[in-house]
């Protein structure tokens, strides 16, 4: 079984910056792509940025992109999400997930077997 833990959520300013992390284990994980899903109150849940088992292929919401890069270590078992120039309506529970993807770019959360329990990003105005 896979397990993803994520970290590095918190409260921060608009303009700040954050990392987050999300730390992956079991024997399933290798080959598997990740992704990071945001869930704001009263919103669906939807993807923020995604990457492949080989790092070759990156996803990005229009809302976040240029801001934000997602990243994993030379491992393979972290990935990683830089947030840059945070707005307030970036404020949600952010999710880290797996899944082996049929297509690109897996923008439905069905495609990802695996989710973290979410951390949560405050921006304050």
């Known amino acids: 079984q896979v397990q993803l833990v994520e970290s590095g959520g918190g409260l921060v300013q608009a303009g700040d910056s954050l990392r987050l992390s999300c730390a992956a284990s079991g024997r399933s994980f290798s080959g598997l792509a990740m992704g990071w899903f945001r869930q704001a109150p009263g919103k669906e849940r939807e993807l923020v940025a995604a990457?492949?088992?080989?790092?070759?292929?990156?996803s990005y919401a229009d809302l976040v992109n240029g801001r934000f890069t997602i990243s994993r270590n030379s491992g393979n078992n972290t990935a990683y999400l830089q947030m840059n120039s945070l707005k307030p309506e970036d404020t949600a529970v952010y999710y880290c997930?797996?899944?082996?993807?049929?297509?690109?770019?897996?923008?439905?959360?069905?495609?990802?077997?695996?989710w973290g329990q979410g951390t949560q990003v405050t921006v304050s105005s």
């Open positions: 990457i492949s088992w080989s790092v070759r292929r990156t």
């Open positions: 997930a797996a899944g082996a993807p049929i297509s690109w770019p897996p923008k439905r959360s069905r495609e990802y077997a695996y």
